[in-house]
């Protein structure tokens, strides 16, 4: 990516915004929230550390949940700075607003190598509006803007976006630095045979992927609920499983248009199912290619399992977004953990695109066996349907 980063950027005594991904995942115990997953905080350090270690006094924004343009003290990042300040063992100041007088005061007192973290800019409309106003009161706290929130990157907000039109420079942050090279550069030329894993339950929310895909692809590997609105477009049975009815003829197109690329488009040929979708039902294999009356497919059945493993197997890049079943269900989950684990035990170049994919990887403990795993749901898949994000989009290029 032909973008400024962060490794290019002289930050000696200055102030610099950087826009972090920390809606991170809390509960409410005894009436205070605590963060259950704190991933997304980790994934900041480098870019924290870099900056630090360069003298720059570095001031974080980010967003958190949804307090729908008002203060509310369930959204407040204040639980975020206690948790940043343990990990990264120095204290972390936190200004109790985003471009009013707390801010203001909170960054005139840091000292090359502080960090500074400000309260959650979706406090106010103004973010989500992209505001030039308000983007020219963040850019008024910072010398240089670096943008490390790639889970954000698809949203043309104010501290995404507008901020970096008020700055000088305007750079990608490590984190989005490594999400871009993998999710766009590392696909524009990968390993062969590359190898896709789509899943989920909606062809109407993967359509533009599979179509940008079906021009790189080798194979593409379909689950999920997706697979049956398929199922549909062959006059294959489908009992009662989800389908798409509406998008059969885009189903149609899709099939034709893999055959006239040369892609391999490979649907499951069995599949597990239930007459229930919760846990602990009875569940059958179906006849091939077909579901039974009154039933529902909710996961790959075992000779897709091993026709998927084969071709798995054989791949030099893999890309998988979506699960293949609906894995939250311990008896719907075994196709969605083999394929996991197949693409563990090869020796492809694996990148987990966002999303549940990345939820089955962890369940699964199989996250360090793959080469990389995307932070960014909706952003890894606008990237994917080969569209410029807002984020990236603004930041300066090189």
Partial sequence: ???????????????????????????????????????????????IAALREKGAKVILMAHFGRPKGKPNPKYSLAIVAERLSKLINAPVAFATDTVGESAKAVVAKLQPGDVA?????????????????????????????????????HRAHASTSGVAAFLPQ??????????????VDELAT???????????????????????????????LIGGAMAYTFYLALGYTVGKSLVEADKVDLA???LA?????????????????TQEFKAGEATQISALNSVSDGWAGVDIGPETIKLYKA??????????????????????????????EAIANSNAKSIVGGGD???????FGLADKMTFISTGGGASLELLEGRELPGVAALTNK
């Fill in 1 to 47: 990516m032909a973008k400024l980063s962060v490794r290019d950027i002289d930050v000696q005594g200055k102030r610099v915004l950087v826009r972090v991904d920390f809606n991170v995942p809390t509960e409410e115990v005894d009436g205070a929230q605590r963060i259950t997953d704190d991933t997304r905080i980790v994934e900041s350090l480098p870019t």
């Fill in 117 to 153: 973290l400000l309260e959650n800019v979706r406090y106010t409309d103004a973010e989500e509006a992209n505001d030039p106003e308000f983007a020219k009161q963040l850019a008024a706290l910072g010398d240089v803007y670096v943008n490390d929130a790639f889970g954000a990157a």
């Fill in 170 to 183: 305007a750079a990608m942050g490590l984190l989005m630095e490594k999400e871009l090279k993998y999710l």
């Fill in 190 to 220: 990968p390993a062969r045979p590359f190898v896709v894993i789509l899943g989920g339950s909606k062809v109407s929310s993967k359509i533009t992927v599979i179509k940008s895909l079906l021009e790189k692809a080798d194979t593409i």
């Fill in 252 to 254: 149609k197109e899709i």
């Fill in 257 to 273: 248009d893999a055959k006239t690329k040369g892609v391999k488009f490979l649907l499951p040929v069995d599949s597990i199912e």
């Fill in 311 to 340: 071709e798995i197997a054989s791949a030099g890049t893999v890309l998988w977004n979506g699960p293949v079943g609906i894995f939250e269900i311990p008896e719907f989950a075994d196709g969605t953990k083999a394929v996991g």
């Fill in 357 to 363: 994919s990345v939820t089955a990887v962890k369940q």
